[in-house]
């Protein structure tokens, strides 16, 4: 089936402490994933990407990992700052028939303290 | 840099009646996508569009409708709406070559009273 899901609904971390939240695939087929942040009132803000030939991309304070054989999706973010307090999304591409479909995996809301 | 951009921003409407939601794409972007994100949900697809042709499908109920014009804007159509369509609505734009990350507006919040 098409499904994105993710470990943790909320996750806690100290300021200046590293992030790490994870995302679980089911569709073998899809092979673009990226990682959106969503703040409160505002649509998705995209971070980061990944295509499936690579298992690991780095941006500013974000690394994104890919593990296709376990499909597993991971970002973490470096030195986490209370702007980066908001919810987390993975996203998957499924190509049916050429078009394009994102599929949204239910997200991990950050919370980080002070 | 221009973004999607989305109107109205705030929608009240009551039962049965019907509503119109617009979006503007990110200049160059050839396909569309629609989403609904009820509270503390993630966002569902509903519908895309690529040079103004439906591309794809997902959730959309039967009294909605959309499309895209000439000028590439999109618009969704509800009719006979529910107090379960009360939501946030996406649009997100991106360019048709593959692999292109979609970029979301901020949403229309419709309630439906």
């Known amino acids: 089936g098409e499904s994105v899901g993710l470990h943790l609904p909320t996750l806690s971390v100290q300021e200046g402490d590293n992030s790490i939240i994870n995302c679980a695939y089911s569709?073998?087929?899809?092979?673009?994933f990226i990682w959106y942040k969503q703040e409160s009132g505002k649509g998705p803000q995209f971070i980061i990407d990944i295509r499936s030939n690579m298992d690991k991309r780095q941006g500013q304070r974000v690394t994104v990992l890919l593990n296709k054989t376990v499909k597993h999706l991971s970002l973490q973010i470096a030195a986490t700052q209370p702007g980066d307090s908001a919810v987390y999304f993975c996203?998957?591409?499924?190509?049916?028939?050429?078009?394009?479909?994102?599929?949204f995996g239910t997200g991990t809301r950050l919370k980080v303290l002070a | 840099a221009a973004g999607v951009i989305q109107s109205p921003r705030h929608l009240i409407k009551e039962k049965r009646e019907t509503a119109t939601l617009k979006c503007y794409p990110i200049?160059?972007?050839?396909?569309v996508y629609w989403y609904q994100q009820g509270p503390g949900q993630d966002p569902q697809f509903l519908i895309s569009?690529?040079?103004?042709?439906?591309?794809d499908k997902g959730s959309i109920p039967d009294r909605f409708s959309a499309q895209q014009f000439s000028d590439y804007h999109s618009e969704l159509n509800m009719s006979s709406l529910e107090l379960g369509d009360s939501a946030l609505y996406f649009c997100?734009?991106?360019?048709?070559?593959?692999?292109?990350?979609?970029?979301f507006g901020n949403g229309t919040r419709l309630t439906v009273t």
């Open positions: 569009f690529y040079e103004k042709m439906q591309s």
């Open positions: 200049p160059r972007h050839d396909t």
């Open positions: 569709n073998s087929a899809s092979d673009y």
């Open positions: 997100a734009s991106s360019l048709s070559s593959y692999n292109s990350p979609l970029h």
């Open positions: 996203a998957e591409n499924i190509t049916p028939s050429g078009t394009y479909k994102y599929i």
